[in-house]
C-alpha cells in the first residue's frame, strides 16, 4: 500500500521493514495506491522493477494500472476484506479501504493524525474542500 518517496535507501527501509515481518520484496503480489502524490507514488517502478505484481489505483492520470479501484469495490486478502471508499479532496481519486470484518479504515492522506490533509484545487472549475466533506 501505497510506496512511498523515491529517495536514497527508501527501497532498502521497505526491504528491511518487509524482513521484520518475515516477508521478502519479492513475495510482494499486489501494490495499492490510495492516491497520485509523489510521497505516495515515488517507488512504485522500483518496487515493480524488482518484482512481478499488479498494482491498483483510483487515479487514472498516474499510468496503466493494473485494476482500477472505486467507490464500493471490494478487494480481499487471506485475513481481510475491504469497502473502497472514494473520499476526493486531499487529491480528486484519493480512496479509503474500510475493513468490514474488523472495523477498521486505511485512510491513506484523507485523515492525517497531527495535521489536517492539504485541499487545494485540483482544476479551474473544482471544489475540493466540498467534495472532502
Same mark, same amino acid.
Given at each position: 500500500?501505497?510506496? #512511498?518517496?523515491?529517495?536514497?535507501?527508501?527501497?532498502?527501509?521497505?526491504?528491511?521493514?518487509?524482513?521484520?515481518?518475515?516477508? #521478502?520484496?519479492?513475495?510482494?503480489?499486489?501494490?495499492?495506491?490510495?492516491?497520485?502524490?509523489?510521497?505516495?507514488?515515488?517507488?512504485?517502478?522500483?518496487?515493480?522493477?524488482?518484482?512481478?505484481?499488479? @498494482?491498483?489505483?483510483?487515479?487514472?492520470?498516474?499510468?496503466?494500472?493494473?485494476?482500477?479501484?472505486?467507490?464500493?469495490?471490494?478487494?480481499?486478502?487471506?485475513? %481481510?476484506?475491504?469497502?473502497?471508499?472514494?473520499?476526493?479532496?486531499?487529491?480528486?481519486?484519493?480512496?479509503?479501504?474500510?475493513?468490514?470484518?474488523?472495523?477498521?479504515?486505511?485512510?491513506?492522506?484523507?485523515?492525517? &493524525?497531527?495535521?489536517?490533509?492539504?485541499?487545494? &484545487?485540483?482544476?479551474?472549475?473544482?471544489? &475540493?474542500?466540498?467534495? %472532502? @466533506?
Amino acid at each position: 500500500m501505497d510506496t #512511498g518517496f523515491n529517495l536514497s535507501g527508501s527501497l532498502d527501509g521497505i526491504k528491511d521493514s518487509l524482513s521484520r515481518i518475515d516477508v #521478502g520484496i519479492s513475495e510482494i503480489t499486489d501494490i495499492l495506491l490510495t492516491h497520485h502524490h509523489i510521497d505516495h507514488v515515488g517507488l512504485l517502478y522500483n518496487i515493480k522493477k524488482n518484482v512481478d505484481c499488479s @498494482f491498483s489505483k483510483s487515479y487514472r492520470l498516474l499510468t496503466r494500472p493494473d485494476i482500477i479501484l472505486t467507490d464500493g469495490d471490494k478487494i480481499s486478502t487471506e485475513n %481481510y476484506s475491504f469497502k473502497i471508499i472514494l473520499t476526493p479532496g486531499h487529491s480528486p481519486g484519493h480512496i479509503c479501504l474500510y475493513e468490514t470484518n474488523f472495523k477498521f479504515l486505511i485512510a491513506g492522506d484523507h485523515i492525517l &493524525p497531527k495535521i489536517t490533509p492539504n485541499i487545494i &484545487p485540483y482544476k479551474e472549475d473544482s471544489n &475540493p474542500l466540498y467534495d %472532502y @466533506f
